[in-house]
């Protein structure tokens, strides 16, 4: 399955004044898989830095940001769910007046209601011009209260309300302090880590990029949490306190990094449980275990592990046809172009019965091109799939936001019984057999039960938002 990121933030103070800066970079980049929209960064006493592309793409400006100095400091990869891909939607965004010392910059991963928050802000007499993004409507939210209350905690507290959907945010303030904050389910992930040689406190989206700054991994920033870090050391306080929570089990399955770990859970031990799993529930008679490249690799590691067939490299990804991303990159008008980059191994799959493994199935229209152009000339091919049938919305911050661009919703209906689902979305991709993994195979190859998982997507069960937000088009999502 080929979708979009999202979006990766990092945040690095050092207690002992070291710079930064060569560290914010490469932690960042080391998150690029998250977004490749934009990115950018912002330290203290310097404009803010936006770029359109990947960092990697930046190359030639690097020698400028290379002279850049600070101890402290923010970071983004964007890829915008909401709204339009311009560098003014770019983060991090700049909050308040520069010269107000209740000022600040903030980075944000997630999606939030639009809606709710411009009521609040009405309620307090401010009406906000058209077409501001969800994560400026929550920075001015913030803001307004952080000059009532002088008090991030309550800031937070006093906007939570109106803060409906999924936020993880690093902010910087015009103190030169770094905040990190998760909102109150957990959808999207947040950690922290500290660096030995310059003596820093990292917040980071996924653990990936401390072990690219060798730096150790703390712990996760717990939903609700909101840490305050300054050169005096780091404070923890509360917002919000919810025993349910919902983490975004497509972390697990696709979005993260497998060097990860999210909430103690390793991301690649996940995707190699999901694959033994599948094997347990799906026997089949198969000559070769192939992934789809790159995340369903581990599962098909684990497939064969569990089955005793043999694991081949049948899909191989270009990785440089598209400069400096890892993943493909979707432009809606070239559809067909979403496969591009992976070639398959005639060698390896010719005349063979294919056990093919992928993370989930929204659209469909890349597994078909896989299985119908690349995997020409096998003797057949079955697909597995470590996600279950995707039949919702997302309203929390993946790339899936309307119904009826969903494979499952459009061709299954109100079809329930899983064999049934597997039967005929195996007939629309084209495929001898295929099988999705249930709620319960990814309860137990996260090792979470399924009350701290969000299965919206999955059960159409919205009760960890505060309302279900009004479906869009896309081009209304957009605007
Ligand atoms: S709706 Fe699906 S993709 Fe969105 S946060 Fe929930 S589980 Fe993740």
Same mark, same amino acid.
């Given at each position: 399955m080929i979708l979009h990121e999202h979006c990766g933030i990092i945040g690095i103070i050092s207690l002992k004044e070291h710079n930064i800066v060569p560290m914010l970079i490469a932690g960042l980049e080391s998150l690029q898989h998250r977004g490749q929209e934009s990115w950018g960064i912002a330290i203290p006493n310097c404009f803010t830095i936006k770029k359109a592309g990947t960092i990697f793409q930046s190359l030639e400006e690097f020698k400028a940001i290379n002279n850049l100095v600070g101890n402290t400091g923010i970071g983004h990869v964007r890829y915008s769910t909401t709204a339009s891909s311009t560098l003014r939607n770019a983060h991090p965004l700049n909050i308040g007046e520069p010269t107000d010392i209740h000022s600040f910059r903030i980075a944000h991963n997630g999606t939030l209601e639009r809606e709710l928050l411009i009521e609040s802000l009405w309620k307090e007499g401010y009406s906000p011009p058209d077409g501001v993004t969800d994560s400026e409507l929550m920075g001015i939210g913030l803001y307004k209260n952080l000059k009532k209350t002088k008090n991030w905690v309550e800031a937070f507290s006093a906007l939570n309300p109106s803060l409906n959907g999924s936020f993880s945010t690093v902010t910087l303030t015009a103190r030169g302090e770094l905040i990190g904050a998760r909102d109150e389910r957990g959808f999207r992930p947040l950690c922290l880590g500290y660096h030995e040689e310059t003596e820093s406190y990292i917040l980071a989206s996924e653990s990936c990029a401390l072990n690219t700054l060798d730096a150790h991994l703390i712990r996760d920033v717990e939903a609700g949490e909101v840490l305050e870090i300054s050169k005096n050391g780091l404070s923890s306080g509360r917002f919000s306190f919810q025993e349910r929570h919902a983490y975004c089990p497509f972390e697990?399955? &696709?979005?993260?990094? @497998?060097? !990860?770990? #999210?909430?103690?859970? !390793? /991301?690649?031990? =996940?995707?190699?449980?999901? *694959?033994?799993?599948?094997?347990?529930? &799906?026997?089949?008679? %198969?000559?070769? /275990? /192939? @992934?789809? @490249?790159?995340? =369903?690799? @581990?599962?098909?590691? %684990?497939?064969?592990?569990?089955? $005793?067939?043999?694991?081949?490299? *049948?899909?191989m990804k270009d990785r440089y046809k598209k400069k400096g991303s890892w993943r493909s990159f979707i432009e809606p008008s070239k559809r067909e172009d979403l496969v591009s980059n992976i070639t398959a191994i005639k060698e390896t799959i010719e005349g063979k019965k294919v056990i093919l493994i992928d993370d989930s199935i929204v659209r469909g229209i890349s597994s078909r091109i896989i299985v119908g152009k690349k995997l020409k $000339?096998?003797?057949?091919?079955?697909?597995?799939?470590?996600?279950?049938?995707?039949?919702?919305?997302? &309203?929390? $911050?993946?790339?899936?936001?309307?119904?009826?661009?969903?494979?499952?919703?459009? /061709?299954?209906?109100?079809?329930?019984?899983?064999?049934?689902?597997?039967?005929?979305?195996?007939?629309?991709?084209?495929?001898?057999?295929?099988? &999705?993994?249930? #709620?319960? *195979?990814?309860?137990? $190859?996260?090792?979470?039960?399924?009350?701290?998982?969000?299965?919206?997507?999955?059960? %159409?069960?919205?009760?960890?938002?505060r309302r279900k937000p009004t479906s869009k088009t896309r081009k209304e999502i957009k605007s």
């Amino acid at each position: 399955m080929i979708l979009h990121e999202h979006c990766g933030i990092i945040g690095i103070i050092s207690l002992k004044e070291h710079n930064i800066v060569p560290m914010l970079i490469a932690g960042l980049e080391s998150l690029q898989h998250r977004g490749q929209e934009s990115w950018g960064i912002a330290i203290p006493n310097c404009f803010t830095i936006k770029k359109a592309g990947t960092i990697f793409q930046s190359l030639e400006e690097f020698k400028a940001i290379n002279n850049l100095v600070g101890n402290t400091g923010i970071g983004h990869v964007r890829y915008s769910t909401t709204a339009s891909s311009t560098l003014r939607n770019a983060h991090p965004l700049n909050i308040g007046e520069p010269t107000d010392i209740h000022s600040f910059r903030i980075a944000h991963n997630g999606t939030l209601e639009r809606e709710l928050l411009i009521e609040s802000l009405w309620k307090e007499g401010y009406s906000p011009p058209d077409g501001v993004t969800d994560s400026e409507l929550m920075g001015i939210g913030l803001y307004k209260n952080l000059k009532k209350t002088k008090n991030w905690v309550e800031a937070f507290s006093a906007l939570n309300p109106s803060l409906n959907g999924s936020f993880s945010t690093v902010t910087l303030t015009a103190r030169g302090e770094l905040i990190g904050a998760r909102d109150e389910r957990g959808f999207r992930p947040l950690c922290l880590g500290y660096h030995e040689e310059t003596e820093s406190y990292i917040l980071a989206s996924e653990s990936c990029a401390l072990n690219t700054l060798d730096a150790h991994l703390i712990r996760d920033v717990e939903a609700g949490e909101v840490l305050e870090i300054s050169k005096n050391g780091l404070s923890s306080g509360r917002f919000s306190f919810q025993e349910r929570h919902a983490y975004c089990p497509f972390e697990y399955t &696709y979005f993260a990094h @497998p060097s !990860s770990c #999210i909430e103690t859970v !390793s /991301v690649y031990g =996940a995707r190699k449980n999901f *694959g033994r799993i599948l094997a347990e529930k &799906y026997p089949l008679n %198969g000559d070769i /275990v /192939v @992934p789809v @490249p790159d995340s =369903a690799r @581990p599962a098909a590691l %684990g497939y064969s592990e569990r089955s $005793g067939i043999s694991f081949e490299e *049948g899909l191989m990804k270009d990785r440089y046809k598209k400069k400096g991303s890892w993943r493909s990159f979707i432009e809606p008008s070239k559809r067909e172009d979403l496969v591009s980059n992976i070639t398959a191994i005639k060698e390896t799959i010719e005349g063979k019965k294919v056990i093919l493994i992928d993370d989930s199935i929204v659209r469909g229209i890349s597994s078909r091109i896989i299985v119908g152009k690349k995997l020409k $000339g096998t003797k057949e091919v079955s697909l597995l799939l470590t996600f279950p049938p995707i039949r919702y919305p997302c &309203y929390a $911050g993946i790339d899936f936001p309307t119904q009826r661009e969903l494979l499952t919703y459009r /061709v299954c209906k109100d079809t329930k019984n899983l064999d049934e689902i597997n039967m005929k979305i195996a007939k629309h991709i084209g495929v001898y057999f295929l099988g &999705y993994n249930d #709620i319960e *195979g990814l309860s137990k $190859g996260i090792g979470k039960p399924d009350c701290e998982l969000c299965l919206s997507c999955i059960t %159409g069960d919205y009760s960890c938002l505060r309302r279900k937000p009004t479906s869009k088009t896309r081009k209304e999502i957009k605007s």
